[in-house]
């Protein structure tokens, strides 16, 4: 019986792809790992903290150490970035890798060194980790402190300076505003209140105080109604009573086409407020009971 052995070639060869199958093993394995290593750092990220204690000290630390580059909330100051959008700080793992980076800095940046004590550090990250944490979960935030304001001053303006009085009524429309409304709801509503119906079902142009579009064809007729596109090339609006769609096509100015915005007294005022007349403002409307 004949037997066929491999030549030095084919051995070679065949060392040679053992050889690469399992440099391929070991750079999968490592790969695994430090996904695994990341995966960790940023899932502590985006979990609550369960030490709300270290949490405050935290957040007391990063106002005294860091807070002057860096802000109140971590969220960029003067001259320092965004320290929750930071890889280092989303993937730490209990201020290890944040406590690190700190004690080297970064001179060429313009940053110190800070050689925190490890429980200190641990307390900086627990803070940035619980800021990540609602960042990513904007549901959970909770506003505080809104009513602030003087009703008093508020009503004064609502007659005065700010003319509100002149297309609304604590008697009419705003009856019982307060007791309706949340003050953070009032308060969005005072300042951008198109589209808020609170009836998902019902169109943006369906609503009161959509844009308005009247329509004027040659032959003199004007139609009117909620605006529902305008192009170029064409308009369309709906009109409530009929509710129905109308549409025309558009040469130049023919058929003329005027928009006008029921809601323009807020928009030219947005730009003009005040902190303390907002305030004063939703004070005085959250008192409308």
């Not at 803070?127 to 959970?140: D, G, K, T, V």
């Amino acid at each position: 019986m004949t037997e066929s052995w491999p030549n030095d070639v084919q051995r070679g060869t065949r060392g040679t792809r053992r050889k690469g199958f399992v440099s391929a093993i070991s750079a999968c394995s490592a790969l695994i790992v430090v996904t695994v290593v990341v995966a960790s750092g940023q899932q502590q990220a985006l979990t609550p903290v369960a030490d709300t204690a270290a949490v405050e000290r935290g957040q007391k630390l990063l106002v005294d150490q860091c807070g002057f580059c860096h802000g109140a909330n971590a969220r960029g100051g003067s001259g320092g970035p965004d320290l929750t959008r930071s890889v280092i700080v989303q993937t730490d793992e209990d201020g290890k890798q944040l406590g690190e980076f700190l004690a080297a800095g970064r001179p060429d940046k313009g940053m110190p060194k800070f050689d925190l004590p490890r429980a200190q550090a641990s307390d900086l990250a627990a803070f940035l980790h619980q800021a990540i944490y609602q960042n990513s979960n904007r549901r959970l935030y909770k506003i505080l402190d809104i009513v602030v304001g003087d009703p008093s001053k508020g009503q004064a303006y609502f007659n005065g300076q700010g003319r509100c009085n002149s297309c609304h009524s604590p008697a009419g429309d705003l009856k019982g505003v307060g007791a309706k409304y949340e003050p953070a709801t009032l308060q969005g509503r005072l300042l951008l209140p198109r589209g808020r119906t609170g009836n998902p079902g019902v169109p943006l142009y369906a609503d009161p105080t959509a844009l308005q579009v009247t329509v004027t064809p040659p032959s003199g007729e004007a139609v009117s109604g909620g605006l529902v596109r305008l192009t170029d090339f064409e308009v369309t609006l709906y009109e409530a009573g009929s509710g129905r769609m109308r549409s025309w096509l558009r040469n130049g100015d023919t058929p003329k086409v005027t928009v006008t915005d029921p809601l323009q007294a807020h928009v030219d005022h947005l730009t003009k407020w005040t902190d303390a007349e907002m305030h004063n403002m939703t004070a005085y409307l959250a008192s409308l009971k």
